[in-house]
């Protein structure tokens, strides 16, 4: 009887390790170098930044990086699959459980802009890399189209709770919530002060005249 079968479901890398293992310091490093560059764009500001500076400060090599991200600029692509996870997660809150739309948009519009407000040159650099590199920018549409999708899933079930006006489509008032919260981010980071929690707050404010249910209008979408 052959043996050869005994070993098989044991097999470990060239290092002896298990793939596990090896996984899990893979995404330690990408980890690292993902945050590294992230301060570094906070302190020294993106175009500043080069790649051997943030493999200096992530302690690796400076060809490791290239095992992780193609450009400096597909580390804002990741840092919107972090923002894009976020919105997913607070999808998947919100469906399991629900609560008033006006304090779960806040709370998420506060979650969603907690990482952009420890570096406005981020923020910057995002518009830029939008403009600049036609790569960065096919990639981001794709993210964006998915974001749009996730924040038109939440209008529509406020608008079947009669908490968003109905008289406008889903995809338009998740259109115009995300444009003011950008823009907000976008005229912030202009100055990268502290005001961004009061200029959010004060843009969710005047926002939501815009997206409350129209006067005389029950929940149920007929006339009172």
Not at 142 to 167: C, N, P
Request: net charge positive.
């Amino acid at each position: 009887m052959s043996r050869r079968t005994s070993t098989t479901p044991h097999k470990k890398n060239v290092l002896g390790e298990p793939p596990d293992r090896r996984q899990r310091r893979s995404a330690e490093t990408r980890e690292q170098l993902f945050r590294a560059a992230l301060r570094l764009f906070a302190e020294k500001g993106f175009a500043e930044t080069t790649v051997e500076d943030i493999t200096n400060a992530a302690d690796v090599g400076k060809g490791t990086f290239f095992n992780y991200f193609p450009s400096k600029e597909h580390i804002l692509i990741a840092f919107s699959d972090m923002q894009l996870s976020k919105l997913q997660a607070t999808v998947d809150q919100m469906r399991a459980r629900p609560e008033p739309m006006r304090s779960f948009f806040r709370a998420m519009t506060l979650r969603m802009t907690e990482e952009p407000s420890k570096s406005p040159d981020v923020v910057r650099a995002l518009l830029q890399a939008n403009l600049s590199s036609s790569s960065v920018r096919s990639v981001m549409l794709e993210r964006s189209a998915r974001a749009e999708g996730l924040l038109t899933q939440l209008v529509q079930i406020g608008q079947e709770r009669g908490e968003f006006r109905r008289d406008v489509p889903g995809l338009e008032l998740a259109q115009v919530f995300r444009q003011t919260i950008f823009g907000t981010l976008l005229m912030w980071s202009l100055h990268g002060d502290a005001s961004l929690s009061d200029r959010i707050e004060r843009a969710l404010e005047i926002l939501w005249l815009g997206l409350a249910p129209r006067g005389g209008v029950t929940q149920a979408g007929s006339e009172s």
